[in-house]
DNA sequence: TAAAAATGTTAATCTATATTAACTATATTT
DNA sequence: AAATATAGTTAATATAGATTAACATTTTTA
């Protein structure tokens, strides 16, 4: 089991003793999904949080009319789960499924307490980690509010570059909050204007 | 110093011994705000989360036009501060300004760090609130996307029934995320619909 | 490599919500 | 109590973005 990243990532922030890490190792397990393959299924108890080694996820609610509405995508680095359903092991009401073939560490909701209770310094390194998820989630909501959908997908190509390339663009249309026609014309919009 | 409000809130979830009661109160700091008084200002370093013992705030971004957007209400035993700023010790985005007299009790990010460091289980307790204010944050965020305006709004007087008899209407169309004209025709739509 | 499926584009029309403006009702101050 | 400021309503018009539909392109599968 290649936990490596995982350690890696976490030892950018702080620093894990030899017997901390072998803990950590010893609760997590590593599992591969192939493209189009669901994490989490709304409607589920999501009963693990994800760490992305390599590939890419989506996390999107399905709405009474059958449309999708992204709220995260997740890339190599990054955490993934519906955290609303993880924390109070509630039915999901989100999805999250592979938008590439992925590789990730899962840690259950049990050893994730148990972790974070016997590791207090990754228990503390993970409440900020939630509260920047909490900080940003803020003000994406303000930028819904306040910024023009053309407004909105500039900020999104210069904030998440890679990810541009990496998913069809009715995905980003999703995650803009517009249909992938009125995408469509922005971008052939901004073609023009430059 | 009345910090009886906070140590019952804390209580409801977890037992302080008298001990960690006594340096958690030895941290905190009392405070009363005037109505129309600003706690963060955006531009500010935000240096205090709060928590309310009694009045009512709204958090908001004021866009390059001058329109306010409301990110969030808190009343009664909720936190209240611009997490983005509190945590990078960054200049503020939003600002948090009293919409009635309001006592709350302050803790500065120093403190708050110190707290969490000799209190274990106060920091899982307050890993755990900003986990569910995280997830509600998405659902607020997909609400936002997949309904309309008037069903957003039922949604939030079901979920907050206080807090629209509080606070003036037009902020509950600022934090709806719609102009006071439309908030008041949703609202007459309503009122022949029953 | 042809067919099928998935993704992306363009254009016409429609709709939810914004804007403007004029007015009414309610608080606050003098 | 009058004057003023703050809040809320109504209605006409304007617009960002949705919907529909037809088509083009790329990717996947047979």
Redesign the pocket.
């Known amino acids: 089991m290649n936990a490596q990243p995982l350690l890696n990532y976490i030892n950018k922030y702080i620093s894990l003793t030899e017997e901390e890490t072998l803990f950590l190792i010893s609760k997590v397990t590593f599992r591969k999904y192939l493209k189009g393959q669901y994490i989490v299924q709304q409607g589920d108890i999501c009963k693990k949080q994800c760490f992305i080694i390599s590939g890419c996820t989506k996390t999107f609610y399905m709405d009474a009319g059958g449309q999708e509405h992204i709220v995260l995508f997740a890339i190599e680095d990054w955490w993934t789960s519906d955290m609303g359903s993880f924390i109070t092991q509630a039915p999901a009401d989100f999805n999250v499924q592979c938008i590439e073939n992925t590789e990730l560490i899962q840690i259950t909701y049990e050893d994730n307490e148990e972790i974070l209770r016997e590791i207090p310094k990754l228990e503390r390194f993970f409440r900020k980690i939630v509260e920047s998820a909490y900080a940003a989630s803020q003000k994406r909501i303000i930028r819904s509010f306040s910024l023009?959908?053309?407004e909105q997908y500039l900020f999104f190509k210069e904030q998440y570059p890679t990810i541009e390339q990496r998913v069809?663009?009715?995905m980003i249309a999703s995650y803009l909050?517009?249909?992938?026609?009125?995408f469509?014309?922005i971008?052939?919009q901004l073609a023009i204007e430059e």
């Open positions: 023009t959908a053309k069809p663009q009715y909050g517009i249909t992938k026609e009125f469509s014309k971008k052939s």
